[in-house]
């Protein structure tokens, strides 16, 4: 950019320059000069072909079939992902029925513990119950007998004891009836 002045008959011209202006410039100049480099060094591109029927049908054959390729593997990998899928969902529930298996055999052995302790301390109930009723009866049983043979009857007996046996006889007087008790227990001889 320039601007011209005149100061007493003189002609002065001040220069003011934009230095990035100054420099694209020049690129642009380069470049220019590059193309025309290239269009001196290089034949120019040959036209189009133009396009005939063959080519259109060839196309639209090749379009097709790198369609049906895409196609092929977009179903081959949908196809893939569905037995992963299903392949997961049977881990899933096989995993599940474990935990539930596992859960019912927890509760079941709980329950058969459960069931075991009652059991037992049932038994023990009745047990001491029924060995407090046994220790009665025998109780009764032998004041019952001891009156019983004061009262009707009386033992009488003998015995001879040797050094390989012990012989027993024994009478028994109860009123009316008498019961007569004869045995030869044998000794264990040890040598």
Known sequence: MGIQCCKNGHLCQIV??????????QMKEEEERKKKMEKLLLPPPPPPPTRTNKDEAATKIQAWWRGTLVRRTLLHAALRAWIIQSWWRLTLVR??????WAALELYARQEWAAI????????????LCYCRLLNAVRIIQTYWRWHCCHTRGYFQGSYELTATKLGVELEVFLGAQICRITDCIPFPIKN
């Open 95 to 100: 995993l599940l029925e474990k935990k539930k």
């Open 16 to 25: 003011i320059e934009d230095y990035d202006e100054t420099i694209l410039m």
């Open 116 to 127: 075991k302790l009652q059991s037992w301390v049932r038994m023990w109930r009745v047990r």
